[in-house]
C-alpha cells in the first residue's frame, strides 16, 4: 500500500512538472505560432501559414531603425564593460589590498536595484549634470550606452573573475620569473587561458544590453528607440504578425546566446543562484 | 613591503575605471534621487529644494496608491507562492530523469530566463486574449458560450508572473537537493509515514534553505516586475515599477516617481528580510 503511494506520488509530481514546463514555454511557442499567421492581424485559426510577417517586418523603416540601435548600444556597453570587467576582475582576485571583499560585493549592487528604479535614476542625474555643463547627455546614445554598461557589468565582472579564479597562478609566476613584463604575460598566458570565460562573459553581456526594457525607457526619445521598447509599445497598441516576427528574433537571439553559454560554462553554472533581470 | 605584495596592491588600481563609472553612473544617480524624493513638487516648474516627507505621506495616504502598493505586494506574494507550490514537485521530478535528460531540461529551464519579459508577456497576452489561443480552444469544446476576460484579471497576471519565477525557483530548489538522497523519502513512507507526513517531516526541513532563496529572489523580481503588469494587468492591476514610469513620462513629478522608487527598494529589501528571518527562525520537524 505503502508503495502503492510512491507511485501516486511520482505521478502526481510528474504532472506537475509537466504543467510547469507548459506554462514557462508555452508563452514563447505562442509568439513564434503567431509569426507564421498569413494575415494582417491576429485571428485564431489563422487563414493559413506563411513567411508574410517576416517580410513586413523588414520592410519596416521603424522596426530596422529600432534593430540597429539595439545592435549599436548592446556591442557598445558589451565592448566597455567586458575591459572594465576583465580589468576590476584581476584587481579583485588577483590583487591584496584592503577591501577588496568588500568592492567584489559593491560590483554586484546595481544587480539588486530594480531596472525602473536604476533607470530613473540614471536619467534624472544625466539630465541634472547635462543642464550644469551645458552638453545634452540624456536621451542620446551615449547614456544608453553607459546605461548598460551598469547593467552588464555586475555580469562581465561575475563570468571573468570565475574564469580568473580556475586559473593557476603559478603559470603566470613562471612566466614573469622568466622575465616577462605583467602585461605580456596577461596576453600571452592569463588571456587565452581565460577566453571561454571572456565569450561567455560577452554573450550574456550582449545579451542583457539587447533584452534591456526598464533601464532604457527614460533615456530613448522619439525616432531613437531599442527593440524591447518598440516591442512594448506595438503589443499594448498594435498587436500584429509582424510584431510576433520581430519577438521571434529576439527568442532566435536568446536560443543562440542559451547554446553558446551551455557549451562554454554549463547549463547549471549560467546563473549560478545569482539574479538576473 | 615585498615586491610581490607591492604587486598585489598595485593591481588594485585596475578597479579604479570601474569605480569610476559605477560612481558616476550607479552611486551618485541613486543617491541623487534618494535627495529628490524630499524635494516639493510644483506644477509648470518641475520641482523646489525641500526636506519634506509630502511625497512620502501621499504615498502612504492617498487612497490610489495605497491600492498600488498594497496590489504589488499581493500580487508578488501570491505569485511567488505559486511559483513555489509548482516549483517543488517540479524539482523532485527533475531528478528522475538521467543525467543527459536533465542537463536537457534543465537547458529548457534556462532558456525562458533569457528571452526578454516583453516577449514572454505578449505570447501572454496572445493566449489569454479575447479572441486570444485559450478562448478559442474553450469555445471550440463549447466549454464557454462566450470569451472569458482573461486579460486585466489577477488570476491572469499571477499565472504570468509565476511562470517566470518558476526556473528561479527549480534552479534553487535543485542545488539544495543535489544533497538529499533519493531514498530518504521513500523509505520514510515504506516504514508507515503518509507521503504528506514523510515530505513534512523529513525532506521539507532539508529543503527549506533552497525553498527561502527560491522565494526571496521570486518577490524581489516580482516586486520590479514592469511589463508583465503592464501589459497582462493593464488599467485594472496596477504595480509600482509602471506607476514610477507614468508619474515620470506623463506628469514630471521628479520627487514622487523618486519617492516610489525608494519605497519599492525599501520594501523588497524588508519583506525579503522578514521572510528569511521568519523561515529560519521556525522549528519544522
Redesign the interface.
Known sequence: M??G??G???F???A??W???L?????????VW?SLFDSDI????PPGYSLRSYQSMFASGNFIASFRLSLVVAVGATVISLA??T??S???V????PG?DI?AS??L??L???????G???????F?VGAAIGIRIAGTMTSLI??H??LT?PWT?RFTSAGLTTIDKNLEDAAMTLGAP?LRTFWHVTFPLMRASLVAAAVFAF?TSY?A??MS??LVGPGMTTV?IV??QR??WN?DPS??AM?TV??AI??V??IIL?RLVG??R??G?Q??? | MSNDARQAWQLGWLAAPTCIVLLFSFVFPLALIARYSVNEFVPGELMREALTPANYARFFTDDLFQRVFATTLGISLASSFVAVLVGIPTAFALRRFSPRWRSVLITLLLFPLLVVTVVRAAGWVALFNERGALNSFLLALHLTSEPVRFLRTAPALIVAMASSLLPYIVISIDSVLQSVPRELEEAAMVLGAPPHAAFRHVILPLILPGIVTGFVLSFILSMDAYATPLLIGGSAIRMMSPMIYVQVSELQNWPFASAISIVLVVTSLVVSGLITMAATQKKWR
Do not use: C, D, H, W
Not at chain 1, 23 to 31: C, H, T
Not at chain 1, 94 to 97: E, L, N, S, T, Y
Open positions: 505503502a508503495l503511494r510512491v501516486a506520488g511520482r502526481a509530481t510528474s506537475v512538472a504543467l510547469a514546463y506554462i514557462m514555454l508555452a508563452p514563447i511557442g505562442a509568439i503567431l491576429i485571428a485564431i485559426p572594465l570587467g580589468l576590476a584581476i584587481a579583485i588577483r590583487g591584496k589590498f577588496s568592492l559593491v560590483f549592487a546595481p539588486a536595484v530594480p531596472g525602473i528604479v536604476l530613473l535614476a540614471i536619467y534624472i542625474f544625466f541634472k553607459l546605461a554598461v551598469v557589468l565582472i605583467p545579451l533584452n526594457l526598464e525607457l527614460f524591447p516591442l512594448l503589443v499594448s498587436f510584431v510576433a519577438a529576439q527568442v536568446s536560443a546566446a542559451l551551455t547549463a547549471e549560467i546563473f543562484g539574479r538576473s533581470s
